[in-house]
C-alpha cells in the first residue's frame, strides 16, 4: 500500500517482521502516554557573542523499558503513521512550559509544533493551557515550512491568535523549502532557524558563506532573529558571528541534556562563557 495503487508485490517474511515491530512500537507509545513514559532533554541556545543560553529546545526521548532508549527517529514517523503525534506533542508542550517555569526568567523554550497539532482545533487553548503563568514571550513554537503549506490559511491564522496573546514563533529548517519567501511575507516570524546544512557545509564554503550571509541578512532586514543550528566548531561559530548571526545552537555548546542536568549548566554558563561539549561533563556532575 505505501508503494501506492496499481502496483503488486510479492511477500517476504520481511514485510511482516516491519508491520509486526510497527505495531509494537505503537502499543509501546500508547502506554507511554498513558504511564507518562517519556522524558524531555533540552539543548541550549546561545547569543554567539555572549555564549550565554538565551533558550532551550525541548527534544522528547522515550526511554523504553526492554529496549532502552529509543531513537526519536524511529518512533515520531510511527506516531505520526498511528495518529499519535498530536497527542505526544501536546504532551511535550504542556512538560516543556512547566518545566520552564523553574528557569531564569530571560530563557526562553522552544518547542516543536507537529503538523497533526496545527491541523487541529484545540492548539491554541492547549497552548493557553500549558503556559499557565509562564510569559507568553518565553515561548517559542517552531514552525516548518512544509507544516504551512498542508494548509497556510488556517495555519496562519491559527499564529495571528498565539501572537497576539505574545506566544513568538521560529521558522525552523529555513532554506531547504520551496517557497520559505511567500511565507515571509505572510507571516512575521520572530526567528529563523538556519538549516545545519548551510552551517556544516564542506564541500563549497564560499558558497555556503553567501547562502548564510543572506539569509542572516534577511532575517535582519525583516527584524527577525537567526539562529544557526548544527554548530560543531569554533571556526563554524566564527563565521556565523562574523555574517552576523543572532543565537546558535550545536555540539560545540552541548547536546540534550535532562532538565536537572540543565538547571546547573544555567548556573555555569551566567558566570562565565559557556563550557565546549568536550569539558561539558566536569561541569554537570
Known amino acids: 500500500k505505501s508503494n501506492g495503487r496499481g ?16 505495531h509494537t512500537i505503537t502499543c509501546g507509545l500508547r502506554d507511554a502516554l498513558a504511564a ?5 532533554h533540552y539543548q541550549p541556545i546561545v547569543n554567539v557573542n555572549s555564549r550565554k543560553v538565551t533558550a532551550c529546545e525541548a527534544l522528547i526521548r522515550w526511554p523504553h523499558p526492554e529496549r532502552g532508549m529509543v531513537p526519536a527517529s524511529e518512533f515520531i514517523p510511527i506516531a505520526e503513521e498511528s ?45 493557553m493551557d500549558s503556559l ?62 538556519i538549516d545545519r546544512s548551510f552551517v556544516s557545509a564542506t564541500a563549497d564554503l564560499a558558497r555556503s558563506s ?25 571556526e563554524q561559530l566564527k563565521c556565523l558571528q562574523n555574517e552576523g548571526c543572532i543565537e546558535a545552537q550545536g555540539y560545540l555548546f552541548s547536546k540534550a541534556v535532562p532538565s536537572h542536568e540543565l538547571n546547573k549548566f544555567f548556573a555555569r554558563s551566567y558566570q562565565t562563557e559557556l563550557i565546549p561539549l568536550g569539558r561539558v561533563e566536569n561541569v554537570l556532575v
Open 7 to 22: 502496483t503488486f508485490s510479492f511477500f517476504e517474511k520481511s514485510m511482516h517482521d516491519q508491520v509486526h515491530a510497527r
Open 210 to 234: 553567501t547562502l548564510r550571509h543572506a539569509i542572516i541578512q534577511l532575517g535582519h532586514n525583516l527584524g527577525m532573529d537567526t539562529v544557526g543550528e548544527g554548530v560543531e566548531t569554533e
Open 132 to 193: 499557565n503563568g509562564l510569559e507568553p514571550s518565553r515561548l517559542v513554537l517552531e514552525i516548518t515550512e512544509s507544516m504551512l503549506m498542508q494548509d497556510s490559511d488556517a495555519a496562519v491564522q491559527i499564529l495571528e491568535r498565539l501572537r497576539q496573546v505574545g506566544v513568538r514563533f521560529a521558522l525552523d529548517d529555513f532554506g531547504t523549502g520551496f517557497s520559505s519567501l511567500s511565507y515571509l511575507q505572510r507571516f512575521p516570524f520572530d526567528k529563523l532557524k
Open 36 to 40: 507518562n513514559g517519556f522524558e524531555l
Open 83 to 127: 495518529g499519535l503525534i498530536g497527542q505526544i506533542g501536546d504532551w511535550v508542550l504542556r512538560t516543556a512550559c512547566n518545566e520552564a517555569r523553574s528557569w531564569p526568567s530571560d530563557v526562553s523554550i522552544s518547542v516543536n509544533i507537529s503538523a497533526a497539532q496545527m491541523r487541529g482545533q484545540d492548539l491554541v487553548h492547549t497552548v
